[in-house]
């Protein structure tokens, strides 16, 4: 982890502080992405490739701007495809200060893969059991609590299409990049237990 | 940045052991923890392998030895062992993390699902879709009931005034052409874009977002799969082929997705070659839906050609055989705002990217007109023109079409309008319009996608192909004596 | 392994790739020795054969590649036929490893299969690659 005094640091030379999306298609990053960004994203091709990333700005809180980066579909850190070279590349060198991974609750064995990937990456990880909504129609129970216990990083629990659970995460993102800040080895995220 | 271990051990001590001299062994600096960087290159991730050859050289052949001892202890290789381990590790936190229900009974959609994927139901399916979405919706209501209504509006409202004004304020002939009159940016730049191409492009952009948003396009990739192994392509080149059938300039961009450089050529290609735009689909639907058999006729044409130049092409053209493989999403109900964004981003998109080069094509057909180059090289194409049993005024339909599809085709619509055309000449400019031009837009961006020592060859090879197929399919209607 | 019953060569499944192109291959319940050409009628059910399997019959547990499977079947994934990374990383990245259960829904003209509550849709080449062991069917 870099030292709090090197994200102060980069705060001071008003830098935006960062939050990159990974995940797989089809888990509804794009519907995340547009709830935190609203209108105003930019589209570009990474440079030197065909590969289109979207960037756009968010308030984590009031008159806190963040800019928000979705990266195109990722299914592991090692890449096959250009558009996984570019998320990697993204995640190496973009510097970013919470990586939510969006991860679909019907498929939580496979996607965790990624997570623990992430996770030994040393990247500061928010993971985001989406469409949960989906998984309870088929009876899947999912504890976000046991989930983040084990393996030591938020966990959040949304339904991007029907809104639930996407304040929570905006508070998240907060809550874990001050306690990221101060430095805590364990962060205290009781009070949002889903 | 140090080593960030999991909190649950992933790998076996034999791995774990091995990551951790590798981790002692690299010196220098990543974005990544050592860890990661370790466990890439035990992998044998190429990239990384690089890098820490290149920075880490004093260390990298023990690196690699470490590496080669360690596999030294499976049969398989490293790739496969260390992402079992881990998907283990990730499968004991997901059974203590969530419960599932005993085998769910198949849900309505999953139902639905079945029907689309079976030969048996699912291409009737396909070809209701095709039927209802394609030629209903775009083909007769998009290019035709809006298309008439918005020109109508443009020619009897718009045109007059703007050429009206542009005549008080500007004095000089040549700005006026530019302007307004027959081919100027105002009359004949946006008129098209707004009255022919936005309604129809806009009409596809609609169905093609309630397809993709169903999650039917992987259903409707895998049904094709077979069929497309044969023209060298995957079933996921459905995506960018049907896209065609409404820009191929935007179809042409999205062939990138497509995986091997093989494929992404063929489908340019074809995309190029025998796939006629929305804009192109619409008026030449118009010309001959009263003729179903020259209708029939065009479209057996195209789909040989596509077929057979697909087929070639995969003989020819070296490298493996493209594999199909593809996450089935569950069908769904499609979502309004879905389709309502992905509609609106794509043709924000088309409007950004390609009205600029709709205006520098009006402008370069001022151009041309104003030196007469473009008498020139029309004079070049008549005896071409003629030689396919074409009238001289075929010629300027034909270099227009270069400058934009549509404009190639809008023109032919306007002889045919006159009436001095039979079927079978028809037929043969609607085939050869087909399969002649990448408007100039796709040019440039099949130059921008595939580079430009890919983009001419497909050019050169589309140009005269065009005129002899032309020719051919004249010559077979002659001695046939098929009567359209 | 098939032991031909007029020359009494030996062979496995994949040597009886004088078949592959036929269309009948799935159905007809016959092999052609590699080495004479007889025509060998194996363990493989016929179209009769499978209808009557699909209906309930317990098989015991066997192992064969994907693209040998019949619809309805399902099972644990075994193993890869190729452990080369180039080849299977396509199938590890989308999350299909060995010890995951597997059933196959579909196999024409793509085979189509669920892991987990995924669906996937694959050609015949990646289904070979893919080794099963099969579990007893349900009633």
């Known amino acids: 982890m870099r030292s709090a005094k090197h994200k102060e640091s980069l705060k001071s030379s008003h830098d935006l502080k960062r939050i990159v999306l990974v995940g797989t298609p089809n888990v509804g990053k794009s519907v995340i992405f547009n709830f935190l960004t609203g209108a105003y994203v930019t589209v570009s091709n990474y440079p030197g490739t065909t590969v289109e990333i979207s960037r756009g700005k968010t308030f984590i809180k009031e008159k806190e701007t963040w800019e928000v980066i979705d990266t195109p579909g990722m299914y592991s850190l090692l890449p096959i495809t250009e558009e996984e070279r570019v998320s990697r590349t993204l995640l190496l060198e973009d510097n970013p200060d919470v990586v939510l991974h969006i991860i679909d609750a019907k498929n939580l064995e496979r996607m965790l893969n990624l997570t623990i990937q992430l996770v030994e990456a040393g990247l500061p990880v928010i993971v985001v059991i989406n469409m949960i909504d989906e998984a309870d129609k088929l009876g899947i129970k999912v504890n976000p609590a046991i989930l983040e216990s084990l393996i030591g990083i938020p966990v959040v629990a949304t339904s991007a299409t029907s809104g639930y659970g996407l304040d929570m995460l905006k508070k998240t993102i907060r809550d874990y990049y001050r306690n990221n800040i101060r430095g805590k080895q364990a962060y205290e995220y009781g009070s949002c237990g889903v | 940045m140090e080593a960030a271990v999991f909190k649950t051990p992933v790998y076996d001590s034999l791995i774990e052991k091995s990551l951790l001299r590798i981790e002692s062994l690299l010196i220098n600096n990543f974005h990544l923890s050592k860890r990661a960087i370790a466990l890439l290159l035990l992998q044998g991730d190429e990239e990384i392998h690089k890098i820490v050859s290149a920075r880490d050289r004093g260390n990298y052949e023990a690196i690699e030895r470490i590496i080669a001892d360690t596999q030294a202890n499976y049969k398989e290789p490293l790739y496969f062992v260390v992402n079992l381990q881990r998907q283990h590790t990730a499968s004991r936190l997901s059974d203590q993390a969530i419960s599932v229900p005993e085998e769910p009974r198949p849900s309505f959609s999953e139902n639905i699902s079945r029907l689309t994927m079976r030969p048996v139901t699912g291409i009737p399916i396909l070809l209701l879709v095709l039927y209802y979405g394609l030629y209903k919706f775009v083909g007769i209501f998009g290019a035709g009931t809006l298309v008439n209504y918005l020109e109508t509006g443009f020619e009897k409202i718009i045109n007059p005034w703007v050429s009206r004004l542009v005549e008080s304020y500007i004095p000089w002939v040549p700005v006026q052409e530019l302007l307004a009159k027959d081919y100027g940016i105002i009359t004949l730049g946006f008129r098209y874009a707004l009255a022919i191409v936005l309604p129809i492009v806009g009409t596809f952009f609609i169905v093609f977002s309630i397809i993709e948003d169903t999650g039917y396009l992987p259903r409707m990739a895998l049904l094709v799969d077979r069929l497309f192994k044969s023209i060298g392509l995957n079933g996921r080149a459905v995506i960018p082929m049907t896209l065609g059938f409404g820009c191929d300039t935007m179809a042409t961009m999205v062939s990138r997705t497509l995986e091997t450089a093989r494929e992404r050529i063929i489908a340019t290609l074809l995309l190029a070659l025998a796939i006629p735009c929305s804009a192109q689909l619409g008026i030449i639907l118009a010309i001959l839906s009263g003729r179903p058999r020259a209708l029939a006729l065009w479209a057996g044409f195209l789909l040989l050609v596509f077929l057979l130049v697909g087929y070639l092409t995969a003989k020819l053209l070296p490298g493996d055989r493209p594999s199909f493989y593809m996450e089935l999403p569950p069908m769904r109900w499609p979502n309004l705002k879905n389709i309502y964004t992905k509609t609106y981003t794509r043709m924000r998109w088309y409007f950004l990217e390609i009205m600029p080069l709709f205006i520098l094509a009006s402008v370069l057909i001022w151009l041309g007109n104003t030196t007469g180059v473009f008498q020139q090289l029309v004079a070049w194409l008549t005896p071409v023109v003629n030689s396919l049993g074409l009238p001289d005024a075929i010629a300027q339909v034909f270099l227009f079409g270069f400058f934009r599809r549509d404009y190639g085709a809008a023109g032919l619509y306007d002889l045919y309008k006159t009436g001095i055309l039979s079927s079978t000449q028809l037929v043969v400019t609607a085939a050869t319009l087909t399969l002649f031009v990448p408007c100039i837009a796709q040019l440039i961006i099949m130059i921008k996608e595939r580079g430009l020592k890919t983009a001419v060859a497909i050019a050169v090879f589309v140009f005269p192909f065009a005129f002899i197929s032309g020719y051919a399919l004249n010559w077979l209607i002659s001695i046939t004596g098929v009567k359209l | ?139």
């Open chain 3, 1 to 139: 392994m098939n032991k031909c019953s007029f020359c009494g060569y030996e062979f496995s499944d994949e040597a009886a790739q004088s078949c592959a192109g036929c269309f009948l291959r799935r159905f007809c319940g016959k092999l052609k020795c590699p080495r004479c050409g007889y025509e060998v009628f194996t363990k493989r059910p016929g179209i009769i054969g499978r209808l009557r399997k699909r209906k309930g019959n317990a098989v015991a547990a066997e192992h064969k590649s994907l693209a040998d499977s019949h619809v309805g079947d399902r099972g644990q994934i075994s193993g890869f036929s190729t452990y080369e990374p180039k080849k299977i990383r396509k199938l590890m990245s989308l999350g299909i490893y060995p010890g995951l259960l597997i059933r196959l829904l579909q196999v024409f003209p793509a085979y189509v299969f669920q892991v987990g509550f995924t669906q996937f849709a694959v050609d015949r080449e990646i289904a070979q690659e893919i080794q099963v062991t099969l579990t007893a069917d349900r009633p």
